[in-house]
Structures are given as structure tokens and as C-alpha cells.
């Protein structure tokens, strides 16, 4: 089969050791860096949902929204001006993972989630206490800052500590923690918008402190990782680490191997400019296209404008919260999945099966809508109707949460050799970043004018996106993170692009 399917590469040689407690807990302590991205994407749909929220800072928008009367649910009232305080976070985010390539490169991936979370706390408070725009901004651009630097180190802090075997499930704990960050997001809003006397929106905004709290307390207690230690030179203090997290004396061999990737990666002055040798090619264009197809897939269409979307199609208020709680708590659930099986099954099945069931899902929201309000974007859908509608975007969800969601994050961390690694995972948060902003502020805009049509434009991404994998995603599973370079070699298309110089790790015997 084109693309290979299984490499027979790294895979076979098995570091010993196992999953000792310490691992699990460190990895789980790191990944609640996720829950600061998560409850960001969550909240801000809510906050600026509030009318006292606009009230007191985006006057005009609100005078403008009361005042529109159209009745073409595909085109509602739009204002960029407030889609862009909500996307400029995103915008910072993009901008600081470039800061962050270098502290965690230079000092460790532990500094860059405990400057990541103490930014998000500063930020949240800025925001709680907002009493003007400018206030909002500043805590806004924070917030994104943190963002940038916990989406840059974590994942690569999880992949590095993790035994190979297990590297998928412990790595996913990050986008377990984003999708819980989202619902309580979700939940909080709902609470929040009952607070009468206008200040709800000051409790959601204020606290983004508490998993700012958890990430910047945990991280003062992680660990670094064997990888980065051997990078910067503490080569006992790395063999400790290996014997503890891996719990046996037997590491010699995980440990030369460490060796020899950390004295590739002295070789490396400028991580910039050598990330774009034709030897890395093939891992610079996963992390470009990755996250790029990971956006266009449309999932935050549903995570942004999810309760919107559901009272667009005739629920009230009330049920169009629950829907959005609902669609919540399967991203929750269905993340599991992946963690269960991403080790077993591997990455490239679950892209596959997860693609497949986005596009045929999509297909089948875009048709339902086609049918009842056609191009002229009016009409009342019955309570059953409706509910069939959500029942299909829940299976999209779900596709999404086994597939592209957490590999999004996962791939990119674990493809690239040590001395580029920092650079090429700030590369993929960038991209995350830039199409997640470019998304949140052209949807409204695409739905009026491709309406129904816009699930079938997300469905075509999909289609070509699964193709993609199909034909140039490798398998990565079980393959020890040192030694990913021999999976590239070994693939059909990437393979000439490696020469056999460019390879320094011992294949396995
Ligand atoms: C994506 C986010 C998305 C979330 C949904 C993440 O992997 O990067 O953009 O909102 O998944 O759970």
C-alpha cells in the first residue's frame, strides 16, 4: 500500500522499563496544560454572548445586533470589531510560541509551562477586574502568550517522558485536558449568564486563573525531561531521571541514544535555518499541513459557535446551552478513544477511520440543512428534525476527538530529531494558531454566503486531508522518539530525502 503502513524501522528495538507511577503522574501533572487552551476556546463565545458584557464594553455592537431583524438564519449579525477581540489571542499565542522555541530549548521544557501558566494568571486577572477595553486587550494578548508557551512545551515535554510504547496515550492527555477545559468552560458560562446584577462575565473571565493555577504549580514541581537535560549538558542528572522514569537500572541503551541525538543537536547553531534543509523536509511539511488540516477540518465552528448554530436551527436559549454541553461532553468521552487505542491501532488508523466518519457526517448535516432551508435561509425545523441535526454533529465531533484533535497535537511533537524539535513544535502551534484566528473570524461571513454549502466545503478538506495521510503519513507508534528518523527513510516518498549520512541512531538488530 502506498504510504507504507507500518515501517519496519526503530520498531522492534525495545527500550526495557515500564510505566512507573512517577511517569503517569508527572505526565498527567503536565498535561493539565491543556486546560488553559481549552477553557479559552470555551469561554469567550459565552462572555461576548452576554449582553451586559457588551453593554459595558462593545456598546455599538450590542445596539446593532438588537436592532437586526433578518430572518435568514444563514446570515446573522456579524461584527468583526468583536470576533477579533476574541480571536487576538490567538494572535499573540502564534507570536509567542516563537519566544517559547527558545526558553524551552535553552532552559528546559518546565520553564516554559511555568511562564506560560504565571502569564495566563496575570491575564485572567487583568480580565476578572477589566474596567475599560484596553484592560481587556492587555489580558487578552497575556492570555494568548500563555497559550503559546504551554502549547509549545507540553506536548513535547509529554512525548519526550514517555515510554515509546505508550507515547500516544500519556501525549494525549494534553488534548484530554483541552476538550475538559472546553465543557467547563461551557458549564461556567451556563451558570454565569443566570447572575443577575450584569458581573457574570467577570466570574468566567476571572476564572481562567484556576487552571492557570494548576499548570504553574505543577510545573514548578515537574521534572525535566532526560532529552533536555543531556541537551544542556547534565548528563548524570539525565541517567537518574531515565532510571527513575523508567523504573530499571537497564538504560543504557535509551541513553546513547540520547547521547547521540543531543551531540546532532550541538552540531545546530540556528534551529531556523536548518529546519529548512531538504533532510527535514518531509517533518517541516507535516507540521505546516498538519495543523492546517487539523483547522480546516471545522471543528471550531462547532466549539465557537455551537450554541449559536443550535438555535439558528430552532432550539430556544436554553436547549441551544444544553445541545452545546452535550457536543462538549462527547469531545470529553470520545477522546478516550483515542487514548486507548492510539498505541495499539496506531496514529494512521485512527486518522483514516476519524476522517472518513467527519466527511460522512458533514455530508449529512450540510444535506439536512440543504433540505429545510434551501438558499434562502428560512424556515423552523421540528424538535425532531433538530435533534437528528445534533445527533450528526455529535458523531462529527467524536470523529474529530479520536482523530485529528488529539494527533494534531501528538504527530507534530514526536517527528522531529532533537536539535529542531523546539522550532518545529512552535511551527505547528503557530499554524494551529493563525487558521484557528483566520477560522473564528471568516466563519460568519463564509455561512452567509456559501451557506449549507459550508459543510460540504469542510467535508472536500476532509476528503483531501485523508487522502494526504493515506499516501505520506508514516507510522509513528511504538517507534522510539530518537529514532524516528528511520521511519522517514524507510517511507516510499519522504525516504529520498534523507541521505545515509544524515542518519546518526543505531537502526535495531
Ligand atoms: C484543537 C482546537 C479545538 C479542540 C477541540 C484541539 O486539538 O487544536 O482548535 O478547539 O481540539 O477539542
Redesign the pocket.
Given at each position: 500500500m502506498a504510504g507504507g503502513g507500518v515501517v519496519n524501522t526503530g520498531k522492534g528495538k525495545e527500550y526495557p522499563g515500564k510505566l512507573t507511577l512517577f511517569v503517569f503522574l508527572t505526565c498527567i501533572v503536565a498535561a493539565t496544560g491543556g486546560l488553559i487552551f481549552?477553557y479559552d476556546?470555551g469561554i469567550s463565545g459565552g462572555v461576548t454572548s452576554m449582553d451586559s458584557f457588551l453593554m459595558k464594553f462593545f456598546p455599538e455592537v450590542l445596539a446593532k445586533e438588537k436592532a437586526d431583524k433578518s430572518t435568514n438564519q444563514y446570515c446573522k449579525f456579524d461584527s468583526q470589531l468583536l470576533t477579533s477581540f476574541t480571536s487576538s489571542l490567538y494572535l499573540a499565542a502564534l507570536i509567542a510560541s516563537f519566544f517559547a522555541s527558545s526558553v524551552t530549548r535553552a532552559f528546559g521544557r518546565k520553564w516554559s509551562m511555568l511562564g506560560g501558566g504565571l502569564t495566563f494568571l496575570v491575564g485572567s486577572a487583568l480580565n476578572g477586574a477589566a474596567v475599560n477595553v484596553l484592560m481587556l486587550i492587555l489580558g487578552r494578548i497575556l492570555l494568548g502568550i500563555g497559550v503559546g508557551f504551554a502549547n509549545q512545551s507540553v506536548p513535547l515535554y509529554l512525548s519526550e517522558m514517555a515510554p515509546a510504547r505508550l507515547r500516544g496515550m500519556l501525549n494525549i492527555g494534553f488534548?484530554l485536558m483541552?476538550?475538559v477545559g472546553?465543557l467547563a468552560a461551557n458549564f461556567i458560562n451556563y451558570g454565569t449568564a443566570k447572575i443577575k446584577g450584569g458581573w457574570g462575565w467577570r466570574v468566567s473571565l476571572a476564572l481562567a486563573a484556576v487552571p492557570a493555577c494548576v499548570i504553574s504549580l505543577g510545573a514548578l514541581f515537574l521534572p525535566d525531561t532526560p532529552n533536555s537535560l543531556i541537551e544542556r549538558g547534565h548528563s548524570e542528572e539525565a541517567k537518574q531521571m531515565l532510571r527513575r522514569i523508567r523504573g530499571t537500572d537497564d538504560i543504557d541503551e535509551e541513553y546513547n541514544d540520547l547521547v547521540a541525538a543531543s551531540q546532532e543537536s550541538k552540531l545546530v547553531k540556528h534551529p531556523w535555518s536548518n529546519i529548512i534543509k531538504r533532510k527535514y523536509r518531509p517533518q517541516l511539511t507535516m507540521t505546516i499541513l498538519i495543523p492546517f488540516f487539523?483547522?480546516i477540518t471545522g471543528?471550531?465552528v462547532i466549539?465557537f459557535y455551537a450554541p449559536v448554530l443550535f438555535k439558528t436551527i430552532g432550539f430556544g436559549s436554553e436547549a441551544s446551552l444544553m445541545s452545546a454541553v452535550i457536543s462538549g461532553l462527547v469531545?470529553v468521552f470520545a477522546t478516550f478513544v483515542s487514548i486507548f487505542t492510539v498505541d495499539k491501532l496506531g496514529r494512521r488508523k485512527l486518522f483514516l477511520q476519524g476522517g472518513i466518519q467527519m466527511i460522512i457526517c458533514q455530508i449529512i448535516v450540510g444535506t439536512l440543512i440543504a433540505i429545510k432551508f434551501g438558499t434562502s435561509g428560512e424556515a423552523s425545523l421540528s424538535k425532531a428534525y433538530a435533534a437528528f441535526v445534533v445527533l450528526f454533529i455529535c458523531a462529527y465531533v467524536a470523529g474529530?476527538?479520536w482523530s485529528w484533535?488529539?494527533l494534531?497535537?501528538l504527530v507534530p511533537s514526536e517527528i522531529f530529531p532533537l536539535e529542531i524539535r523546539s522550532a518545529g513544535q512552535s511551527i505547528n502551534v503557530s499554524v494551529?494558531m493563525l487558521f484557528?484566528f483566520v477560522i473564528a473570524q471568516a466563519f460568519l461571513s463564509m455561512l452567509c454566503h456559501m451557506k449549507f454549502g459550508l459543510f460540504y466545503f469542510f467535508a472536500g478538506w476532509v476528503v483531501i486531508m485523508t487522502i494526504f495521510i493515506a499516501l505520506f503519513l508514516p507510522e509513528t507508534k511504538n517507534v522510539p522518539i530518537e529514532e524516528m528518523i528511520l521511519v522517514w527513510k524507510a517511507h516510499w516518498f519522504w525516504g529520498k530525502f534523507i541521505a545515509d549520512d544524515d542518519i546518526h541512531v543505531k537502526p535495531a538488530v
Open positions: 481549552g476556546i488534548q483541552i476538550t472546553i487539523q483547522q471543528i471550531n466549539m469531545n474529530f476527538a484533535g488529539p494534531g497535537w494551529n484557528t
